[in-house]
């Protein structure tokens, strides 16, 4: 299922910094479905930040309506689980704590959470997540582990790291943006692909060769997720100008992409 990734919209809503924009939090599900055909929302923990919890219960609200579900909240910020830093670990429970109300409160299935990656006893930092996943658990939302950045890297260490805290409620949202600093962005995806529940697909990240199109990338990786069982959510998102544009572009190619792979499964 496309999604739409709703920090796209950011600047468009009133505050965001576009002296024109008219758009409030409330209405960016009515645009996902009216403008973009997507039926679903991934929302950034920051496009929150300072809203009240009446807020969040008119998003809620407008998305049930609307028949385009807030499905699920991802954090940016790497959270540090195990750290040996004093407070450290306590300060990571802590904003998961208040994540996973916010990600119950509008209705989310997932919850998306960087961890940092530090040097240390594997298994200590093992069970320091598991227990957050324990935590994320109690409001039945799943915990899904974003690689990159200053967060656990590479598709080995995602996998090793899933495995080690086991359960049902633990897996991961692979992004483009990762996948695309690797040596190998289609291979990244499908190892990842197994082990996801959602996907984010930021546009802006796709760098191509001179002649290739981008769209037409994105629609290659899509077909070979699906070929390993990725059968979940993708959530579609483009920063800078144009978002609307460039992601109704992008949701064409891919439904072409995903029509012909079906087509290819029936075979």
Known sequence: MLILEAGSLASMLVGG????????LWDIPSVAIEDLGLRGLSIPASLLAGRSMRDL???????????????????????????????????????????????????????AIACEDHLGDSDAFAAAVREGVKLVERRELNFLL????????????????????????????????HAMGTSDPEGTLRRLAPYASAMLGELEAVKTKRGEDADALVATWIR????????????????????????????????????????????
């Open 17 to 24: 910094g576009r002296k024109t924009a008219s758009l409030q």
């Open 57 to 111: 219960d008119r998003l809620r609200d407008a998305a049930d309506k609307t028949g385009c579900p807030c499905l699920v909240l991802r954090d940016e910020t790497p959270l540090a689980f195990g750290s040996p830093r004093a407070g450290a670990g306590e300060a990571a429970m802590d904003r998961l704590q208040r994540l996973a109300t916010a990600a119950s409160h509008l209705g989310c299935s997932s919850l």
């Open 146 to 177: 974003t690689p990159g950045g200053r967060s656990i890297d590479g598709a080995d260490s995602v996998i090793e790291l899933i495995r080690a805290v086991g359960g049902f409620r633990i897996g991961c949202m692979p992004t483009f943006a």
């Open 224 to 267: 070979a997720v699906r070929a390993v069982g990725f059968a979940s959510t993708l959530a579609l998102g483009a920063a800078g100008r144009s978002p609307i544009k460039r992601i109704a572009s992008a949701r064409e190619h891919l439904e072409q992409a995903m029509a012909a792979s079906v087509e290819e499964e029936g075979e």
